[in-house]
Nanobody, 115 residues
Framework: QVQLVESGGGLVQPGGSLNLSCAAN????????MGWYRQAPGKQRAPVAVVTRGGRTSYEDSVKGRFTISRDNAKNTVYLQMISLSPEDTAVYYC?????????WGQGTQVTVAS
């Protein structure tokens, strides 16, 4: 059973923006903190943005002020708005619970920032 489906990635020029979405299974989403993770080539997957079930947010230092995470509890969906993108943001982006559920990882969505 597919539990997490990410979408919205693509190729964007430096300085551009993208909006990601993640449709989550209710068992993963409901009542849990959710996060966006990313994995760049040769690096480990790590969270960059977290939203609690109550809507409180936190961010990894490199994305503060540029990324905004939000959730729609009625739709079991998590969003990530990204602005001022740089080549260092190039990665596959995933969503998952915080802490993550190993069996729930989706395919992710590729974000490539290049001119």
């Amino acid at each position: 059973q597919v539990q997490l489906v990410e979408s919205g990635g693509g190729l964007v020029q430096p300085g551009g923006s993208l909006n990601l979405s993640c449709a989550a299974n209710g068992s993963i989403f409901s009542g849990n903190a959710m996060g966006w993770y990313r994995q760049a080539p040769g690096k480990q997957r790590a969270p960059v943005a977290v939203v609690t079930r109550g809507g409180r947010t936190s961010y990894e230092d490199s994305v503060k002020g540029r990324f905004t995470i939000s959730r729609d509890n009625a739709k079991n969906t998590v969003y990530l708005q990204m602005i001022s993108l740089s080549p260092e943001d190039t990665a596959v982006y995933y969503c998952n619970r915080i802490p993550s559920v190993d069996s729930a990882w989706g395919q992710g969505t590729q974000v490539t920032v290049a001119s």
